[in-house]
C-alpha cells in the first residue's frame, strides 16, 4: 500500500465513524458558489481541518467542509493547484468520495468568458475540457483499486446526466448552453494573448479548477457533470481590468437560480 493509499484510508475511517449517511453522489461547490449547502437540511459537518491528512481551503469563497446527507456528499470548497497543494492533494477529496460510495460527481466552477456569446452570471454546462495546467493528476505509481493505467477520456462529461441537466434547465425555465472548459493554473489571470489562443484551441471559458478532479473522477469510474457560472468576461474580452471580487459578487447574484438548478438536477439523478 502506498502512502497515499494508507492516507486516503484514514480520511475514509474517519468520516465513515463520524457519519452514517452513505450518499451515491458528490458535489463541488466552486468560487462563491457554496450557498446552495446552506439549502442542505439536517446535513452533519465535517470540517477539512479535522480530516486526517485533507488539505484546508484558502481562497475566499470556499467555507472548507464536507455537508452530508444520505443522498449527497457535498465539498463546500475545493482545493487548487495555485494554493500550492500538489495533484494528489487537490484530487484527494474526489478519491476520498469514491471510496465512501460516491458513484456521480457533480462539479462546479466560476469561469471567465472566453465565448462573447456568454453573460456575466450564466450557466453554462461543460461538455469538455482542454487541460492547460502544464500536468497531470494521474502522474506517478497507478492507484490499481481505482482505475486503469490509461484512463479514457473521450467522454469526460456524462452524455446522459447532460440531457439531464438540460432538461431540468427546461423545468425552470433556463435554457443551458454547453461549452468548453480550458483548465489554467493560475493564480494569476490569463492574458489577452493567452486568452486568444485558448479560443483559437476551441475553449468557450477558462477557469483554474476542475480540470484535475474530472481526470480522477473519470480513472475512478465515477460519472460527471460540469456546471460552470460565467462570472465575467476574460482578459482581452472587454477592457475592464479583472479581479476575485467580481466572481463573489457574480456568484452572489445569481445564487438561488444556481441552487434550483443543482437541486433539480439531484431531483431527476434520484428518481
Known amino acids: ?67 452530508i446527507t444520505k443522498d449527497l456528499i457535498c465539498m463546500q470548497g475545493r482545493f487548487h493547484f495555485y494554493e ?32 462573447t456569446e456568454y453573460r456575466p452570471g450564466e450557466l453554462v454546462i461543460i461538455s469538455d475540457h482542454i487541460n492547460l495546467m502544464g500536468t497531470n493528476p494521474l502522474i506517478g505509481k497507478n492507484l490499481e483499486g481505482f482505475g486503469a493505467r490509461f484512463p479514457d477520456m473521450s467522454e469526460a462529461y456524462d452524455k446522459e446526466l447532460i440531457s439531464l441537466a438540460e432538461k431540468a434547465g427546461e423545468k425552470l425555465g433556463m435554457k443551458l448552453p454547453k461549452g468548453v472548459y480550458i483548465g489554467v493554473s493560475g493564480p494569476s489571470f490569463e492574458t489577452p494573448a493567452e486568452i486568444r ?12 479548477s476542475t480540470v484535475p478532479e474530472v481526470i480522477v473522477a473519470k480513472h475512478a469510474g465515477m460519472r460527471v457533470l460540469g456546471i460552470s457560472c460565467v462570472t465575467n468576461p476574460a482578459a482581452g474580452v472587454q477592457a475592464k481590468p479583472l479581479c476575485h471580487e467580481e466572481v463573489i459578487e457574480t ?18 439523478m434520484l428518481l
Open 251 to 268: 456568484t452572489e447574484r445569481v445564487k438561488t437560480q444556481f441552487t434550483n438548478l443543482v437541486w433539480e438536477i439531484i431531483r431527476e
Open 1 to 67: 500500500m502506498t502512502d497515499l493509499e494508507r492516507n486516503l484510508a484514514a480520511a475514509v475511517e474517519f468520516i465513515q465513524e463520524k457519519c452514517q449517511h452513505r450518499p451515491k453522489i458528490g458535489v463541488i461547490l466552486g468560487s462563491g458558489l457554496g450557498n446552495f449547502g446552506e439549502s442542505l437540511e439536517d446535513a452533519q459537518s465535517i470540517a477539512y481541518e479535522e480530516i486526517p491528512n485533507f488539505p484546508v481551503s484558502t481562497v475566499e469563497g470556499h467555507k472548507g467542509r464536507f455537508l
Open 197 to 208: 489562443m485558448a479560443r483559437a484551441l476551441g475553449a468557450d471559458m477558462v477557469g483554474m
Open 84 to 115: 500550492g497543494y500538489n495533484m494528489n492533494q487537490v484530487t484527494f477529496p474526489i478519491r476520498v468520495m469514491k471510496l465512501l460510495g460516491v458513484e456521480s460527481l457533480i462539479v462546479t466552477n466560476a469561469s471567465g468568458g472566453i465565448s
